[in-house]
């Protein structure tokens, strides 16, 4: 039975909600996405094997995110030998995403939609990879970073082994992605003063369930319908939810911050070369473009105050 701790809550996509069994140690989250999904993609499209993992990246941002209580933002990475070299999914503690992947065109076309999810895994990250999650907190400038090899034939099952190895949490992960969506599902067995043989009894029934989830499940269905899925005969408490936005953080002063970096001498070469300076953000593929006009009023105090009027 499914329990709402807040009638108001959000029960929309876009959303990220927390729940736990009743009276058991177990706990979880459940993330959908479909607008910021897109929004992030919105200047660059990815091969669809790729695309399927940035889109698993970005609900494991948001579900490690939502285990915690920081103020910052975490990066979830991604360094393989395969057909991704590099995958960043960022999310802030109030759910803004960003992600990025970089790629080998020629090898992700060569991945066919006929291999097997773990076939598919490899070739995407290929072997000796390695998954590093970095929790950067505001207060007191808090820095934590954990890091262990890439591991199984999954994002899912590289993220249960990270739970494993830096929370000594057992962990089951289930994230799926497509063109439109991309959701997941976490749900972790709390420490126990006192072993118990309900509670371990209740864990094999989620390990079960969760095996059980299919994707399309994942992608398609509510909050509802997938948590009665995997624990079909437990009280379940849901509560409100949290919506999760495209957030990129570029932006014109960075931008105009990053070209004086440069120097008046440098960003002057570039100009003459090339006829204009354009800076395109790496993770929402903005392009921030300046003319002559635009480069002289970067390093002329008169006019730095106009610089943003005159970026095409």
Not at 200 to 227: F, I, K
Not at 286 to 297: K, N, S
Request: proline residues 3%; glycine residues 8%.
């Amino acid at each position: 039975m499914l329990h709402a701790a807040r009638m108001d809550a959000d029960t929309g996509y876009d959303t990220v909600r927390r729940f736990l069994v009743d009276e058991q140690p177990v706990r979880g989250h459940w993330v959908h996405l479909e607008d910021a999904w897109r929004a992030l993609r919105a200047n660059g499209e990815y091969p669809p094997a790729v695309r399927a993992l940035l889109g698993e990246a970005v609900a494991a941002s948001v579900l490690l995110a939502a285990t915690l209580k920081f103020r910052g933002r975490l990066t979830l990475q991604m360094q393989g030998h395969g057909a991704v070299s590099l995958l960043v999914a960022q999310c802030t503690h109030e759910f803004g995403v960003r992600a990025v992947a970089h790629y080998d065109e020629t090898l992700a076309a060569a991945i066919d939609a006929q291999r097997s999810a773990g076939e598919t895994f490899r070739a995407l990250v290929g072997e000796g990879g390695r998954f590093t999650v970095t929790i950067e907190a505001d207060e007191r400038n808090l820095r934590y970073q954990g890091i262990v090899p890439l591991a199984g034939d999954s994002l899912a099952q590289s993220l249960e082994a990270y739970f494993s190895a830096s929370e000594q949490l057992p962990t089951c992960v289930q994230l799926a992605a497509d063109e439109a969506r991309c959701a997941g599902l976490l749900v972790q067995k709390l420490p126990q003063s006192e072993a118990s043989a309900g509670a371990e009894a209740l864990w094999q029934s989620v390990l079960h369930g969760m095996q059980r989830l299919a994707p399309e499940t994942l992608l398609d269905a509510g909050v509802e319908a997938v948590l009665g899925a995997v624990l079909p005969e437990h009280d379940v408490r849901l509560f409100g939810g949290s919506t999760v936005l495209f957030e990129c953080r570029c932006g014109e002063g960075r931008v105009t911050s990053l070209l004086r970096a440069l120097g008046a001498d440098e960003v002057r070469e570039i100009l003459a070369e090339e006829g204009a300076v354009t800076v395109t953000c790496e993770f929402c593929r903005r392009p921030y473009r300046f003319d002559a006009q635009a480069v002289e009023a970067l390093f002329t105090d008169s006019g730095a105050a106009d610089v943003s009027a005159l970026i095409h």
